[in-house]
């Protein structure tokens, strides 16, 4: 089982959502946050200070799956993410160790 | 605008430069860079070029980008649209972001970009080094009209922003002048204040660089050309190790730093004999920029405030030949070395006093001059201008770095260039062997005043009464006019003035504290060497035999102290006769007290800390017990039945059964514990505990930063290595340990270790409870620790050796409170780690010997521990030690 966790335009989560529905995905989290990358924040036409670094707000999407779906997973926040602008975002993939449904007590991939 | 067709980017890759590390490899990879982005643009035909143009500022402009630089580019433009604008920083800053490298970008108009110099001085000085990438040329002529409109109205302004800039800079960074893991950008005397004063040259006179510099005669035509080889030194360095730490592969504010375990790597690069050479090359660079831009910031400042023109204060005459001038120290033109040898050394000494400098145009001259003369004779005057440029203290160091660049030093004491900028490449100095040397006597000076200790003045002071010659001074001060301060931090001066005589056993122990490195680099134990070499220098400059033989004892003996106090037992009679033996008289006692003091403070902070100047402190004293002949006053402090009479006292009369729990101690336990520790072991003692059960207390150490945690057992083997391994297991490290087995087998032992905030004591004695018991794997609990990220040793240039010294016991010694007679002293170094203690102790207690002591002394990544044991030592017992002490050592990487 894998945890897939998506930094995204905020516009874009809906086009993920849809997208990641289309590969049976059944069931995301969605969380505000900010950050930056190599840019420093800035836009392309940034008219303030070289050395400046800026906060951008961004969305966490998170996924869990079966290691199989991995690959589905990742091409359709891809697709349904890229701009091809700076800030479209990065994708982690993590191991998870478990999984449990709260209402049934089912776990492992049962619970996903 | 026409699309821009970039067509399929050329791939940028500062690995692809071929020229050596240097100016040269700045100047090629900036050219690639340059291409890159006209081939990126080159879609844009002649026209189309008109109304935008990329501007390099900063490094980029200079043409010095390093592997690690950051590009950055102003998008310069008169109005474009944000769609054209997009699509130009697409076609510009696409291909470097993808390229790996960092990219700073901004877009804006000419009367934009201004706008921003005003609000940010880091804005503002990038943009005074810009220089035309491609696009419209005049478009970059408006930007310069109005940068120099607004650099006329507000140079000023901009200048006092850099200064507080630089000294926020300089305080980040650290004093890079000296150090041994120096940052070559943005600590003191690195690239940015070479930088720095070429923008302070554009806000005072409206043109950046050194030249204009040059011409308005703020620097010598010398100084040019000094700061020009030395700028090269560092960006040869700086190139060198980004391409070691692989084309930027360490990123953020670290990346210039020159590390200890990387400098022979980088020197490798650069084709130089090793670290060695690299750090000497690279700290005498950083000294020549500390100096010019410590010399010349505060005219710039001076004239910025007041204009060019101001009127300076007339000058004023400090002595012979010598005048304060617009606020530094010049010589009159017709004083020379040849005709006064001293003069030079007198204008040091009136910069010394006013905190101040050595003005430029002396300082051109009198280097022209010791070039010519080669070597410059000693008089009177000469001495004492010496002795007090050091006397300054901290204010006087502006002026002896002035003393080092004109080369005074080299020319009056033959030798001193072999020391001059020597590295000593070690986790425990902190800067170069004689940076390091007036690092000390700066020291020295402070601890003097009593920032320390307010006892030191008194010892200080008690120096000044101690003369070799009695000889009223000549002059006071630097050349004959009372200084408007003198002495230790401006108080009247000690040393010379009413009854003063010159010099006296103050001026030693400021010579002594100065040369006391001098046999560094030299074969052998460098305080040997560096007893000849200083006993040679003070004889040079013509001070009487009895100084050059007390500098001579100070050199010889300076780690005498510290070396007793942190790897012997104090409490023993013997060593404190052996040390009283050595040292011989009070002056010299008092003398090496305060320069090991301050040679541990001018080392680094891994050298000193409260517990080793609490130990420092108790050995002065009791050796100076010795040597005053008041054995009387040391046996009352030692007294056996002074503890016993002061503990009952403590315990009140209620209290049972003292003398019975004393009975049962060894001997060596009353000569040990203080009263107070009596009263407070004998409260856990009683009643005793039961064979496996473990009673434990702890409370504040002796010194800052530590605790004592006691602890009362059934005794067993291995409790010691057991009781160190759980205070190890806690990150509470071991510095002094004192064990002691009842007649009935219940262990008195106590730790002093060095107290942390985060420490758990409840289940710090819970863990101690059940080590006692067999019933806690401590091997695995140390071993836990060990793997911590936190714990991990830093990389060291060299792996550390493990070295043992095992001295047998001396059966037969005549002191009756000499207890080295019954016991085996092994001192061990080895490499530090949390378990070092843990798997020393349990080696010996395996090999059938009994601790009955232990000190640890830890020197940045090495420690230093020693032990005293009981028991007869097997003979593979060094191999035992050694197979302990082994660790996984980090090499160097990068």
Not at chain 2, 337 to 349: E, F, I, K, N, Q
Not at chain 2, 379 to 390: F, H, N, S, V
Request: glycine residues 12%; contains cysteine; aromatic residues 4%.
């Amino acid at each position: 089982m894998k945890l897939v966790i998506a930094i995204v335009k905020p516009f874009k989560v809906d086009d993920v959502k849809e997208s990641l529905r289309e590969v049976g995905v059944a069931g995301l989290t969605v969380s505000d946050s900010r950050g930056f990358g190599r840019q420093r924040g800035h836009t392309e036409v940034y008219r303030g200070a070289e050395y400046q670094v800026d906060f951008v707000p961004k969305s966490r999407i998170e996924v869990m799956c079966d290691d199989e779906q991995v690959g589905g997973v990742i091409d359709a926040i891809v697709k349904a993410a890229r701009t091809g602008k700076i800030g479209d975002g990065k994708i982690a993939v993590l191991p998870l160790e478990e999984v449990v449904r709260i209402r049934t007590g089912e776990h492992g991939p049962d619970a996903l | 605008m026409p699309p821009i067709d970039a067509g399929a980017p050329s791939k940028l890759d500062p690995c692809a430069v071929v020229a050596p590390p240097g100016m040269g490899w700045c100047q090629e990879w900036t050219d690639l860079v340059d291409a890159a982005i006209r081939d990126w643009l080159a879609s844009l035909s002649g026209d189309e070029q008109h109304g935008f143009v990329v501007v390099a500022l900063g490094s980029f402009a200079r043409r010095e980008l390093c592997p690690a630089s950051d590009i950055d580019l102003l998008l310069l433009h008169d109005d474009w649209g944000d769609s054209d604008l997009e699509a130009l920083v697409q076609a510009v800053c696409y291909p470097l972001w993808d390229a790996g490298l960092t990219v700073g970008h901004a877009v804006r108009t000419p009367r934009e970009a201004v706008r921003s110099a005003a609000e940010r001085v880091d804005t503002a000085t990038a943009l005074t080094d810009r220089r035309l990438v491609t696009g419209d040329p005049g478009l970059l002529d408006e930007l310069a009209i109005r940068v120099t409109r607004w650099l006329r109205r507000n140079g000023g302004r901009m200048l006092a922003d850099l200064a507080t800039l630089d000294a926020e800079r300089h305080a980040r960074s650290g004093d890079a002048a000296g150090m041994l893991e120096p940052d070559l950008k943005d600590g003191v005397g690195g690239l940015r204040d070479l930088h720095s004063l070429r923008w302070a040259g554009a806000c005072v006179l409206g043109e950046v660089g050194l030249d204009p510099l040059v011409g308005a005669r703020y620097l010598g035509a010398t100084d040019r050309q000094e700061l020009a080889r030395a700028g090269e030194t560092l960006l040869q360095a700086r190139c060198a190790l980004h391409l070691v730490t692989g084309c930027g592969g360490v990123r953020g504010t670290r990346k210039d730093w020159l590390r200890l375990d990387l400098q022979d790597e980088v020197a490798a690069v650069l084709e130089m004999s090793g670290g060695d050479d690299l750090l000497r090359r690279v700290g005498l660079a950083i000294r020549t920029i500390t100096h010019l831009h410590g010399r010349t910031w505060p005219i710039l400042l001076a004239d910025a405030r007041g204009g060019r023109r101001r009127r300076h204060p007339p000058p004023e005459v400090l002595s012979d030949g010598v005048r304060l001038v617009d606020g530094l120290v010049e010589v009159d033109a017709e004083r020379t070395l040849a005709t006064d040898p001293s003069v030079g050394l007198r204008a040091v000494a009136a910069a010394a006093i006013r905190g101040t400098h050595v003005g430029r145009t002396t300082a051109v001259r009198l280097r022209r001059e010791v070039q010519q003369l080669g070597s410059i004779e000693w008089d009177e005057a000469g001495r004492e201008a010496l002795l007090t440029a050091l006397r300054q203290g901290w204010r006087g160091s502006g002026a002896l770095v002035d003393a080092d660049s004109i080369g005074l030093q080299m020319a009056l004491l033959p030798g001193w260039e072999r020391i001059r900028g020597l590295p000593q490449r070690n986790p425990l100095h902190r800067y170069d062997l004689d940076t390091h040397g007036l690092r000390a006597v700066h020291e020295l000076v402070a601890i003097a005043e009593g920032t320390l200790d307010p006892a030191h003045c008194q010892i200080w002071a008690g120096l000044a009464g101690q003369g070799t010659g009695g000889r009223p001074p000549t002059s006071q001060g630097a050349g004959g006019r009372p200084p408007t301060s003198q002495g230790a931090g401006g108080r009247p001066p000690t040393s010379q003035g009413a009854g003063g005589s010159f010099p006296n056993g103050q001026d030693t122990v400021l010579l002594g504290t100065w040369l006391h490195d001098v046999g560094k680099g030299l074969p052998g134990d460098h305080s040997v060497a560096g007893e000849a070499v200083a006993r040679g220098w003070v004889a040079h400059m013509g001070f009487d035999a009895g100084v050059v033989r007390r500098v001579g004892q100070l050199v010889r003996h300076h780690l005498l102290l510290p070396d007793v106090a942190t790897r012997r037992d104090l409490d023993d009679d013997g060593e404190i006769l052996a040390v009283a033996r050595q040292v011989g008289d009070i002056e010299t006692l008092d003398g090496l007290y305060l320069l090991s003091l301050a040679d541990s403070r001018a080392t680094g902070p891994a050298a000193w800390s409260p517990w080793k100047d609490g130990l420092l402190a108790k050995l002065y004293s009791r050796v100076r017990h010795v040597l005053i002949d008041d054995m009387d006053a040391l046996r009352r402090e030692r007294s056996v039945s002074t503890v016993v009479v002061n503990a009952h006292a403590l315990l009140g009369a209620d209290f049972r059964g003292l003398d019975a729990l004393l009975e049962a101690l060894p001997p060596r336990y009353l000569l040990v514990a203080s009263p107070e520790q009596v009263a407070e072991h004998a409260r856990l003692l009683l009643p005793l505990p039961s064979p496996g059960a473990l009673r434990v207390r702890h409370r504040l150490g002796p010194a800052e930063g530590t605790a004592t945690v006691t602890v009362v057992a059934g005794d067993r083997r291995g409790l010691m290595a057991a009781c160190a391994g759980v205070l190890a297991a806690h990150g509470l490290g071991v510095l002094d340990a004192r064990l002691f087995t009842r007649a009935d087998g219940v262990a008195l032992d106590w730790f002093v270790v060095r107290a942390s905030d985060l420490a758990n004591w409840d289940r710090v004695c819970a863990e101690l409870r059940q080590a006692a018991a067999g019933k806690l794997d401590v091997a695995a609990a140390v071993a836990k620790r060990e793997q911590r990220r936190d714990q991990q040793p830093p990389p060291l240039a060299a792996p550390i050796p493990v070295e043992v010294a095992i001295e047998p016991s001396q059966p037969g010694a005549s002191h009756p409170r000499a207890p080295r007679a019954d016991r085996t002293r092994i001192e061990v170094r080895a490499p530090d780690a949390p378990g070092v203690l843990y798997r020393l102790a349990r080696a010996l207690t395996d090999a059938g010997l009994d601790v009955l002591g232990a000190r640890v002394d830890t020197l940045g990544p090495q420690v230093h521990d020693v032990f005293y044991v009981c028991g007869e030592p097997p003979p593979d017992l060094e191999r035992l030690i050694r197979d302990a002490c082994a660790v996984d050592q980090t090499l160097s990487g990068g």
